[in-house]
């Protein structure tokens, strides 16, 4: 399926590893130049190099700490005009209220958060001028199943659901589509990492985390590139009508009505 973004300009944050890379990946092998944003300029000239060996297209890297305004300004002017931002730069720790200081909660929110808000306010403006742009926010499922033991994520996410539907609901006035994703439990770098430790521990082999997932839905979780292909097809011409909502993609997960 042509998706309609061949010649299209992109800017993914968070698009060295993980889900940003799957998206910035999938863009380009449908013809879309790419910007990649991430504090890594290492993982970024990587990130660039395998996205080149399959596609004809310009990957242009941004080495930035978006938690920073000053940051987001320079990768806004940078980039230029966008036809497509991806916010996907973050994560948020786990832990309850207490286990999470107010310094730790804050750090968090200045990349996921605030980062977000800041680098979508810059983008959206020029969208608007343009009369034509997409704004995809990359979030999480925590915002729609709440978790005390997951106190930062989940009022961070449930503010960022809470930005996408506001603003996607007028953005359509001046002919730009905001929205968000929320992935639920995802194999990335991160997350296999983490599997691992605990199937160490649990288990005494690391190498058996995936039988951790086994309740998951489908018995497994997704992968980047399962994500990724929803993000993407939300980006696009395909999807022209959607705007001001939260696309779930967790295998069912969150209104599921085990605990699994």
Request: net charge neutral; proline share 2%; hydrophobic share 45%.
């Amino acid at each position: 399926m042509d998706l309609g973004i061949a010649g299209m300009t992109a800017l993914v944050t968070g698009g060295s590893r993980g889900i940003g890379f799957a998206v910035a990946h999938r863009l380009a092998l449908e013809g879309c130049n790419v910007h990649l944003a991430s504090r890594s300029a290492q993982d970024l000239d990587t990130a660039r190099a395998k996205i080149l060996a399959a596609s004809k297209v310009q990957v242009t890297c941004h080495a930035l700490d978006l938690s920073q305004s000053a940051s987001v300004d320079r990768l806004a002017a940078d980039c230029g005009n966008l036809d497509i931002l991806i916010n996907n730069a973050g994560a948020i720790p786990q832990g309850d209220l207490i286990a999470v200081d107010e310094k730790r909660w804050r750090e968090a929110w200045e990349l996921k958060v605030f980062g977000y808000i800041n680098l979508t306010r810059a983008i959206y403006a020029n969208m608007k001028e343009q009369k034509h742009g997409v704004i995809v926010n990359v979030i999480g499922t925590a915002g729609e199943r709440p978790a005390a033991t997951y106190i930062a994520g989940t009022a961070g996410n449930a503010a960022l659901m809470a930005f996408s539907r506001g603003l996607g609901g007028e953005s359509v006035d001046y002919g730009v589509r905001v929205l968000g994703v929320n992935p639920g439990s995802t194999e990335t770098e991160r997350a296999r990492s983490r599997l691992e430790n605990v199937a160490q521990e649990k288990l005494g082999d690391a190498s058996r985390w995936r039988e951790l997932t086994k309740d998951a839905p489908f018995g497994r979780i997704a992968t980047a590139d399962e994500v990724a292909d929803v993000i993407v097809f939300m980006a696009s011409a395909r999807a022209s009508y959607v705007s001001g909502t939260i696309v779930t993609v967790d295998g069912g997960r969150t209104v599921r009505n085990r605990t699994a």
